[in-house]
T-cell receptor, first 115, second 113 residues
Framework: NAGVMQNPRHLVRRRGQEARLRCSPM?????VYWYRQLPEEGLKFMVY????????ESGMPKERFSAEFPKEGPSILRIQQVVRGDSAAYFC?????????????FGEGSRLTVL | GENVEQHPSTLSVQEGDSAVIKCTYS??????FPWYKQELGKGPQLIID?????GEKKDQRIAVTLNKTAKHFSLHITETQPEDSAVYFC????????????FGKGTHLIIQP
């Protein structure tokens, strides 16, 4: 039973380019969360999605960042016109979404480096 | 919103000794408190969690305590081993499991042989 799959694991972009990070949740999970981790920092919540819906994007920067979780396929975190400050590890987590408290299962992360 | 403070940022203990990591939270509505372990280059993994209707929970060498009145919770690791070396994150949420967790900044635990 595969865990949360993220790709690419490492991505290098030049300033102004676009970065696309993909996340396939665990089988049977319908809830996806994206977190950003800066060096020596904790994980900062960015966005919470269910299939075809953004439930909470309160942690997403207002510009250049977007996320989707289509009916078919992985969740995508898209960063347009990247800047050096976007360099970070981006983690995706999934949960089954059943009522009550639920463990988040994290992927291995995508490490973005902006030159 | 919720604010989670975690201390210490770095903790070095001798192999076999105990380690304690403490967190405080601000939202009195928070009701779920997981602890995650992150090894170098990997994603965080849940090691133990506690709900607000419980004061203490133990799983082999690890235990978590919760004081809702003081709004703090702690992770205790006994008989530490080299493989316990990692970064540990506390987190909290007031949602029914479907909301995003608020994480502390992490504790780098170093087990000295």
């Amino acid at each position: 039973n595969a865990g949360v799959m993220q790709n690419p694991r490492h991505l290098v972009r030049r300033r102004g380019q676009e970065a696309r990070l993909r996340c396939s949740p665990m089988k049977g999970h319908s809830h996806v969360y994206w977190y950003r981790q800066l060096p020596e920092e904790g994980l900062k919540f960015m966005v919470y999605l269910q299939k075809e819906n953004i439930i909470d994007e309160s942690g997403m920067p207002k510009e250049r960042f977007s996320a989707e979780f289509p009916k078919e396929g992985p969740s995508i975190l898209r960063i347009q016109q990247v800047v050096r400050g976007d360099s970070a590890a981006y983690f995706c987590a999934s949960s089954p979404g059943t009522s009550g408290f639920g463990e988040l299962f994290f992927g291995e992360g995508s490490r973005l480096t902006v030159l | 919103g919720e604010n989670v403070e975690q201390h210490p940022s770095t903790l070095s203990v001798q192999e076999g000794d105990s380690a304690v990591i403490k967190c405080t939270y601000s939202d009195s509505a928070s009701n779920y408190f997981p602890w995650y372990k992150q090894e170098l280059g990997k994603g965080p993994q849940l090691i133990i969690d506690i709900r607000s209707n419980v004061g203490e929970k133990k799983d082999q060498r690890i235990a978590v305590t919760l004081n809702k009145t003081a709004k703090h919770f702690s992770l205790h690791i006994t008989e530490t081993q080299p493989e316990d070396s990692a970064v540990y994150f506390c987190a909290s949420t007031s949602g029914g499991g479907a909301d995003g967790l608020t994480f502390g900044k992490g504790t780098h635990l170093i087990i000295q042989p």
